[in-house]
């Protein structure tokens, strides 16, 4: 196992458009995370998934945000209308009840 | 409500000096504490964390940090910096050992000089 892995690891788009993100996490892991991290900053939390359910959101995740996890496995995050306050390092985390979590490299959004 | 403060966000040390970056939590629960490192573009990774056993933890490259329950705190310590310690570190709270809910601090910007 590579660990978690995150694609792309680079996204330029133009104001309003849609990006989607991609997170493979390590297999054995039930839990998933994405966090959101601006410069300067330290990560803050978006949204938590248990196998597929999506058990917490944080208010963060406005209308335009939008996270799945089909079948307990990859998970995407789909920015609608993107603005510019949307630019920032998407990173993604899974893990176990008992294990911390192990964080993918990012996807660090730019939005122009 | 869970939450934690790093005091100083850029800490600069001399090669072979003691590195001390300070973190103090606030939980209303039993805390489990972590510290993570991360390099430029990079994700975040595990230094240590404390989930309850020894109050000492030791970690990755030589770090380690004391949970002293009575001040709050969560210190990082390494005796001697070495130039590829500088990078930004992160410490955490979390729920459970798991995780759950991990509330990150502002992050300390470790500067080594030769």
């Known amino acids: 196992d590579t660990g978690v892995s995150q694609n792309p690891r680079h996204k330029i788009t133009k104001r309003g458009q849609n990006v989607t993100f991609r997170c493979d996490p390590i297999?054995?892991?039930?839990?998933l995370y994405w966090y959101r991290q601006t410069l300067g900053q330290g990560p803050e939390f978006l949204t938590y998934f248990q196998n597929e359910a999506q058990l917490e959101k944080s208010r963060l995740l406005s209308d335009r945000f939008s996270a799945e996890r089909p079948k307990g496995s990859f998970s995407t995050l789909e920015i609608q209308r993107t603005e510019q306050g949307d630019s920032a390092m998407y990173l993604c985390?899974?893990?176990?009840?008992?294990?911390?979590?192990?964080f993918g490299q990012g996807t660090r959004l730019t939005v122009v | 409500a869970q939450s934690v403060t790093q005091l100083g966000s850029h800490v600069s040390v001399s090669e072979g000096a003691l590195v001390l970056l300070r973190c103090n939590y606030s939980s209303s629960v039993p805390p489990y504490l972590f510290w993570y490192v991360q390099y430029p573009n990079q994700g975040l990774q595990l230094l240590l964390k404390?989930?309850?056993?020894?109050?000492l933890v030791k970690g990755i490259n030589g770090f380690e940090a004391e949970f002293k329950k009575s001040e709050t705190s969560f210190h990082l310590t390494k005796p001697s910096a070495h130039m590829s310690d500088a990078a930004e570190y992160f410490c955490?709270?979390?729920?459970?050992?798991?995780?759950?809910?991990?509330?990150f601090g502002a992050g300390t910007r470790l500067f080594v000089k030769a």
């Open positions: 404390y989930t309850s056993a020894a109050t």
């Open positions: 297999s054995e892991h039930n839990r």
């Open positions: 985390a899974s893990g176990n009840a008992n294990t911390e979590a192990f």
């Open positions: 955490a709270v979390s729920a459970d050992t798991g995780g759950f809910k991990t509330i």
